[in-house]
């Protein structure tokens, strides 16, 4: 189920407010079986909305919840035995990885030995060229459960914090299910780390003013998603739907700028109407995104892009390997592990792969040396260039299928002037203007009048104008809705 659905937006959502409000004010004989109702029923919901999809995908997360909670039970019940503790949490862990190695890899490794079999050692070269199998094996290709690296990834933060001792045992796997399920966040995040919520499951705090600030966050998000994103998305599918060879550079450029704008708007829509659903029910999940395109060197980039995975692969990945303490070669080695493992959870297909080596690559690089000199540069619009060059570059990988594609799309944006398309078949006044709105939007607008807003916010008139913004965002937005515009969210597929 889509939040900027219909179905969503005008049966699920306003079944779920309704019935959370009246178990808010139904009389219980305590604030905790008050709570414990809440649960349940969101609980119930969180599992509709994800089944919606097909009941095949909540069998696989429901699985993933058993394992966790109970590898959570054996690794605090053998707290005082370190070995049975340790060995109950890599049993929890491969048990995680092995689920998401099979649904969201399998594929790729089919393709890689049906290539080997029919070419020997050169069929690895041609996997990594096409992605493409000879089909050899018959085996069928698997569906990939939607959200299933969010998800996994949430519920392996829960057992490793309890090894650490950073989180409290949770108990009651209802309340546990609640945390891996619960629909605001769980296909495409944030990732939540239980310890941030685990006082909110069991007392969270509901308020008009906290709902009130859910619904702005909500309409902001579904404004950036269906009035930015998808037009962009338009643009961008039908450019890189052509004949990449025949592109010139000026549409392929605009094929890159439109899914640069679209996958921000996309995704960073997604993370603001988590987090305002989170806020309706009573949840704070910590932000996602930090206008990262007006970062002035990819390492500040990656602070503000996808925090909440940033977050996660420090937390449980590059500082247990040692983090910078050890060394600049060891620091560069964890930096490459790091963003390795960043593309390979991304997806199954070498771009993903060469995505995240070229940041390791980049962020190593500026480690070196390169950072110095960014601090220093007096004209940072330089670095703000050099930054969003490398981010723009590193989304062709992203986007395409194969690095085939990739390879010879990055040609077309220097070495073909002219082509066979024409810009002014992609282009049009609503285009334009909502590029003019991504560009503003990204953070230019909000960081010049950030200290203003904040003076003003107040205001009457402010307050007022700021709802009809939010309102007109979401009539807008179900129009277009309505009128069958691109829909998808891009990190569904992971």
């Known amino acids: 189920m889509l939040f900027n659905s219909m179905v969503f937006l005008w049966v699920f959502l306003p079944i779920v407010i309704a019935v959370n409000f009246i178990l808010s004010v139904l009389k219980f004989k305590d604030e905790s079986t008050r709570i414990k109702a809440k649960n349940i029923f969101l609980l119930i919901a969180s599992f509709v909305f994800y089944a919606w999809g097909g009941i095949y995908y909540l069998l696989i997360m429901i699985c993933t919840i058993v394992i966790d909670f109970y590898g959570g039970i054996f690794i605090d019940k053998y707290a005082d035995d370190n070995r049975k503790k340790k060995t109950s949490l890599v049993i929890t862990i491969v048990l995680n990885l092995s689920i998401l190695f099979f649904f969201k890899y399998f594929n790729m490794v089919i393709i890689i030995i049906e290539n080997v079999m029919a070419l020997g050692g050169k069929g690895i070269i041609e996997s990594v060229k096409y992605m493409k199998g000879t089909g050899a094996l018959h085996i069928m290709e698997i569906v990939l459960p939607i959200g299933i690296s969010f998800f996994t990834f949430q519920a392996m933060s829960y057992v490793i914090d309890i090894y650490r001792s950073e989180a409290k045992i949770q108990k009651n796997i209802f309340d546990f299910a609640l945390y891996v399920s619960l629909f605001p966040q769980l296909i495409a995040g944030p990732i939540v780390q239980y310890r941030d919520v685990a006082e909110q499951i069991t007392g969270r705090k509901e308020s008009a003013d906290t709902f009130l600030y859910g619904i702005k966050r909500f309409c902001y998000g579904m404004g950036k998603k269906v009035i930015i994103a998808n037009t962009l998305a338009e643009v961008a599918d039908a450019i890189w739907a052509l004949e990449i060879d025949k592109l010139g550079a000026l549409v392929a450029w605009l094929g890159i700028i439109a899914y640069t704008f679209q996958i921000y708007y996309d995704f960073s829509g997604y993370s603001d109407m988590a987090i305002g659903l989170g806020k309706m029910l009573g949840f704070s999940f910590k932000e996602n995104f930090n206008y990262p395109y ?180 979401l009539i807008v937005s179900i129009v277009m809705i309505v009128s069958g515009t691109y829909n998808a969210f891009i990190y569904f597929q992971f």
Not at 373 to 395: A, R
């Open 294 to 473: 007006t970062s002035a060197s990819v390492q500040e980039f990656w602070r503000r892009w996808h925090i909440s995975l940033s977050s996660w692969f420090r937390d449980y990945v590059y500082i247990p390997l040692g983090g910078s303490r050890q060394g600049a070669w060891k620091t560069y080695f964890n930096v490459f592990i790091v963003f390795l493992l960043t593309g390979v959870w991304h997806g199954a297909n070498f771009t993903f792969i060469s995505w995240g080596l070229m940041y390791a690559v980049l962020l190593i690089i500026e480690r070196m040396f390169l950072k110095r000199i960014l601090e220093k540069n007096p004209v940072k619009f330089i670095s703000h260039i050099y930054t969003l060059f490398f981010v723009m570059i590193g989304w062709i990988l992203f986007r395409s299928d194969t690095l085939l594609q990739a390879k010879i799309y990055i040609m077309q944006l220097f070495t073909k002037p002219s082509g066979d398309y024409t810009i002014l078949s992609y282009i049009s006044l609503k285009v334009i203007i909502v590029i003019i709105l991504a560009v503003l939007f990204c953070g230019l607008v909000q960081n010049c009048l950030k200290n203003t807003y904040e003076k003003i916010k107040n205001n009457a008139v402010v307050i007022v104008i700021d709802y009809a913004v939010q309102m007109t965002l």
